[in-house]
C-alpha cells in the first residue's frame, strides 16, 4: 500500500478489518498530509496525540474483533460540535479559548462507533457564509486549482496571508470539505443550515448530505439557526456518506426535536435499483440568466437516472423564489436569540466595561465578525417591537406554503427532486459580497428551500466545468427517506465517472 | 421599508453590540440591501396560512419530571473570564 490518504473510508474500513493496515499506520498518514497542508488552512486545531490513543485504542479492538462500524477510521470534526476539551469556537473570536465540559451527540456517536479524531475544521464564523471567509482563522482555500494555474502560483498563493486568487472550498463547511477533498481525513462530519453542507459539496467534488429534520441530534452543536440546522458528512463517495451518517444519526433524549425513529442501515441503499423510480425536475429552478452550462449539466443527469430506469417528470414547485429572502428573516431571528448567551460573562472573550451594559457591547462588537454582527442587527430588528408580524410571521407563513408546494409533489408520486447544486462553480477567494451581502447569500439559491421544508438533500458530483472545475447536483427526498437520495446518488456518481483531483500541489 | 441612522443606532443597542458613528452608515445601507431583498416576499398571498411552528410534524416527547443532572459547578464555571468563590464575576449591577 503506497498511500493511506489515497482510500476512501469504505476501503479503509475494510482493509482495516482485515487487519491489511493497523488504525496507527493510516492515522499517521493522515497527521502527516495535515502537517504539509498548512497552506490551505483547513485545521483550526490539530489533535495528534489523542488521534494516536484513539488508534491504538482501536488497533486493540480490531484485534480483539471488537470492532464498531467505524472502527479506526481517521476523520475531522467541524469546529462547530463541542468536543470534550477540545478546542471548540465555531471559529469566532468571541469564543476565545473555548474548551467544552461535554461532548455533541454526534461526535460522541462517531467516537462510540470507533472513529479517531485528527482535529477540528475552520468554517465561516457560527456558520454564517458561504465562502469560508468570514473565518476569525481567516480564509480556507480549496485544493482545486483556479483555472490554468501552475502549481508554483498555487503555492506562493497559499502562503499570503489573504490567500487572494485561490478558490474558496465554499461555506460554513469550507474547512471540512477542502480537507475531504485534499485527502487529509477520509470524512469529516460538517453542518447545513442552508446549504453550508451541499454547496462546498459541489463546490469541491465531494458527496454532502443534509439529512432531514431531526434525523441527527444538535446537542452539542453550536447554535445558528435552530429551525433549520443539521448535521450531516462531507465525504468523496456517496458509500462513504452512508456509511457517516449511519453512525452520526439516531435518537437521543437530550434534543427533543431529535427523531426518535431508529437509523436505517444507509449503506445498504447504495447500489440499490432505481428502476421504476419517478424523479422530479421543479422548473422553478431554471433561473433567468441562469449558466447554460449548468443547465446542461442538469439535464445530463436526468438523462442518467432516465437511463437507469427511472422516469423523469416536470413538476412545479411555485414558491421556490420566496425561499431564500425567507431565509433571510428566519435564520438572522433565530440567529439573534441563539447568540444572545455571548455575553462576556460566563465563557469566551471579554471586553471590560463601566458597567454591564458596556461589557455586553464593547465584548460583542470585538467578538463577532462582520457578517455575524450584520446578520444579528437584521435579526434583532425583524423581532423589534411593531415589525414582529410583518417580518417573521410572514416569513414563517412562507415557509408552510414552501413546505406544502414539495408535500403536493410527493403526493403525486414523485420520488425525489432533481435540482442544480449551485449556480456556479466555485469562485475565488475575495471575489464575492463586498459591496452587496446578497451577492454572497445567492449562493443558496437551490440548497436553502431543503431547510426551510425540513427535507433530507444529497449533493453528489456530476460532472466538471468548461474550466475543469467540480459541478455537483442535488438530490430532495421525502422525510426521513435518505435512502432513495443514496441509491439514487450513486446512480450519479457512478454515470459521472470518479473526478480526480488536482496532485497536492500545496504540499 | 428602510431603515435611518437612528434606527440602526437603536438596534445596535437593542442587539447590545457597540457601533460608532464611522460605521453606521455602512451598516445602514446594508442593512437596506437585505431589507430591499426581502421585500419580494409582500407580494405572497399569506391569508389564512398558519405560520410553521414545527417543520416535521412530531410529538414533544415527555419524561420523568426528576433531577437528571446537576452538581457540576466548577465545569459550569470552568470557562469564565472572571470568577470569584463559584460565581460568575460582573460590573456592580445595583446601586
Not at chain 1, 484513539?54 to 469546529?79: F, H, T, Y
Not at chain 1, 462530519?189 to 459539496?201: E, K, M, N, V, Y
Not at chain 1, 426535536?257 to 436505517?264: H, I, K, L
Request: glycine share 8%; with cysteine; charged share 20%.
Amino acid at each position: 500500500m503506497t498511500d493511506l490518504t489515497s482510500l476512501t473510508l469504505a476501503e479503509a474500513r475494510d482493509h482495516l478489518k482485515h487487519r491489511a493496515i493497523s488504525s496507527v499506520e493510516i492515522t499517521r498518514a493522515h497527521l502527516e498530509a495535515i502537517e504539509r497542508s498548512g497552506g490551505l488552512n483547513t485545521f483550526v486545531a490539530i489533535t495528534a496525540d489523542k488521534a494516536l490513543q484513539m488508534a491504538e485504542a482501536s488497533d486493540a479492538r480490531l484485534a480483539r474483533k471488537e470492532a464498531g462500524p467505524l472502527e479506526g477510521l481517521p476523520i475531522g470534526v467541524k469546529d462547530l460540535y463541542a468536543t470534550e476539551g477540545i478546542h471548540t469556537q465555531a471559529c469566532s473570536h468571541i469564543l476565545d479559548g473555548f474548551k467544552p465540559g461535554y461532548e455533541s451527540t454526534v461526535t460522541a456517536n462517531l467516537w462510540r462507533d470507533g472513529a479517531v479524531m485528527l482535529g477540528k475544521l475552520n468554517m465561516d464564523e457560527f456558520a454564517m457564509g458561504s465562502s469560508n471567509e468570514t473565518s476569525y482563522y481567516g480564509p480556507v482555500a480549496s485544493p482545486w486549482l483556479p483555472p490554468n494555474w501552475s502549481r508554483d502560483r498555487g503555492r506562493a498563493a497559499a502562503l499570503s496571508s489573504d490567500k487572494r486568487g485561490l478558490l474558496t472550498p465554499g461555506g460554513s463547511s469550507g474547512g471540512s470539505a477542502s480537507a475531504v477533498a485534499a485527502h487529509l481525513c477520509l470524512a469529516a462530519t460538517a453542518s447545513d443550515t442552508g446549504g453550508s453542507i451541499r454547496q462546498p459539496a459541489a463546490f469541491t467534488g465531494l458527496v454532502g448530505v443534509k439529512p432531514t429534520y431531526g434525523r441527527c441530534s444538535r446537542y452539542g452543536m453550536v447554535a445558528f439557526a435552530s429551525s433549520l440546522d443539521q448535521a450531516g458528512p462531507l465525504a468523496r463517495t456517496v458509500r462513504d456518506a452512508a456509511i457517516m451518517l449511519r453512525s452520526m444519526a439516531g435518537p437521543d433524549a437530550k434534543d427533543s426535536t431529535c427523531s426518535p425513529a431508529p437509523v436505517p442501515d444507509y449503506e445498504a441503499a447504495v447500489g440499490r435499483s432505481v428502476k421504476g423510480m419517478k424523479i422530479g425536475v421543479p422548473k422553478e429552478y431554471r433561473l433567468e440568466g441562469m449558466s447554460s452550462e449548468i443547465d446542461a449539466l442538469w439535464a445530463r443527469g436526468a438523462k442518467w437516472l432516465r437511463a437507469a430506469g427511472a422516469s423523469v417528470v416536470d413538476v412545479s414547485l411555485p414558491h421556490t423564489p420566496y425561499a431564500l429572502p425567507a431565509y433571510y428573516i428566519v435564520a438572522p431571528a433565530e440567529a439573534s436569540s441563539n447568540l444572545a448567551r455571548y455575553d462576556g460573562v460566563r465563557y469566551g472573550l471579554r471586553e471590560p466595561g463601566a458597567d454591564i451594559t458596556e461589557l455586553y457591547e464593547k465584548t460583542r462588537a470585538k467578538g463577532f465578525g462582520t457578517e455575524v454582527r450584520r446578520r444579528l442587527m437584521i435579526g434583532t430588528y425583524v423581532l423589534s417591537a411593531g415589525y414582529y408580524d410583518a417580518y417573521y410571521v410572514r416569513a414563517q407563513k412562507i415557509r408552510t406554503l414552501i413546505k406544502r408546494d414539495f408535500e403536493r409533489v410527493f403526493a403525486d408520486g414523485v420520488d425525489a427532486i432533481l435540482t442544480p447544486a449551485t449556480p456556479s462553480a466555485a469562485f475565488g477567494i475575495g471575489e464575492k459580497g463586498s459591496d452587496n451581502p446578497v451577492e454572497m447569500y445567492l449562493n443558496d439559491v437551490f440548497t436553502v428551500t431543503v431547510n426551510m421544508a425540513g427535507l433530507p438533500g444529497l449533493v453528489a458530483p456530476a460532472g466538471l466545468s468548461s474550466d475543469g472545475l467540480p459541478l455537483g447536483l442535488q438530490l430532495i427526498g421525502r422525510p426521513f427517506d435518505e435512502e432513495t437520495l443514496f441509491a439514487l446518488g450513486e446512480t450519479i456518481e457512478q454515470s459521472a465517472g470518479r473526478m480526480t483531483l488536482p496532485e497536492p500541489w500545496w504540499a | 421599508m428602510s431603515v435611518d441612522l437612528n434606527t440602526v443606532r437603536r438596534i445596535a443597542r437593542l442587539a447590545r453590540i457597540a457601533v460608532n458613528d464611522a460605521e453606521t452608515p455602512h451598516l445602514q445601507d446594508e442593512i437596506n440591501a437585505i431589507l430591499k431583498f426581502v421585500e419580494a416576499l409582500d407580494a405572497v398571498d399569506v391569508e389564512g396560512v398558519e405560520p410553521m411552528t414545527s417543520v416535521i410534524p412530531m410529538q414533544l416527547p415527555m419524561r420523568e419530571d426528576v433531577v437528571a443532572d446537576g452538581n457540576i459547578a466548577p465545569l459550569v464555571l470552568a470557562n469564565a473570564p472572571l470568577t470569584e468563590d463559584g460565581f460568575f464575576v460582573v460590573p456592580k449591577v445595583i446601586e
